[in-house]
């Protein structure tokens, strides 16, 4: 069965194609920008951490693969993207073995989902995995819950996936589609 992370994958890959403008909202490690950049030229990829942009560029050189790399916050994603939008991702959480106080953050999270709201073309679609075990967590998730809930149901699709026996607090995937 497909983890939360995977399923984000399956969605994203059967709708984006070459040339299409996504958006790596949470970049990271770089492991969803590459993910992207192998499916399309145009990836724009957001994050606050310097030791995010070496990471990534690192890994995008080892796989010969391409994107823009953005050191700001995705709440500035209008700043920088002009074109309408395929598809978004985000990780919600902190970077893995990096500062564990850097986490993101309910009101520029939904400030970035008030902008590819937007900016989203229809069939766009856009994945939040939900980590929410850390400290602030279950705020974040709290808020995305009850904005992508207000989302009307007449212009939007939205669905959620999750593992549902498992000890812990393992994260989960939200999908939204504009119809
Ligand atoms: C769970 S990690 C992302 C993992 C990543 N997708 C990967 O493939 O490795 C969350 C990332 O969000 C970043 N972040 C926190 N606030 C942010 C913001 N306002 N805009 C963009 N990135 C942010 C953190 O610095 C961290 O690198």
């Given at each position: 069965?497909?983890?939360?992370i995977?399923?984000?994958?399956h ?12 958006i790596d909202?949470?970049m ?10 192998a ?6 990829a ?6 995010a ?7 995008l050189?080892?796989k010969g693969?391409?994107a ?9 994603i209008d700043?920088y993207?002009?074109?309408p939008?395929k ?11 990096a ?18 709201k937007?900016?989203?073309l229809?069939?766009g ?6 980590y ?11 808020a995305?819950?009850d904005?992508?809930?207000?989302l ?14 498992q000890?812990?607090?393992p994260?989960?995937?939200v999908?939204?589609?504009k119809?």
């Open positions: 069965m497909l983890r939360p995977e399923m984000s994958h969605m994203l890959a059967e709708i984006i194609k070459a040339d299409d403008v996504v909202a949470t990271g490690n770089g492991w969803d920008t590459s993910f992207l950049a499916l399309t030229s145009n990836v724009y957001f994050d606050i951490q310097q030791e942009l070496y990471s990534t560029k690192k890994l050189q080892m693969l391409q823009k790399l953005i050191l700001d916050g995705h709440e500035n700043k993207v002009s074109e939008v598809a978004a991702i985000f990780n919600l959480g902190y970077l893995p073995r500062d564990k106080s850097i986490i993101t953050r309910p009101n520029t999270t939904l400030k970035a989902l008030e902008i590819l937007e900016k989203l229809p069939q679609r856009i994945m939040l995995v939900i929410y075990g850390h400290e602030g967590g279950e705020e974040e998730k709290a995305v819950i904005w992508v809930s207000t009307p149901q007449s212009d939007w699709q939205v669905m959620r996936y999750e593992p549902l026996n000890i812990h607090k994260p989960f995937l999908c939204i589609e119809i």
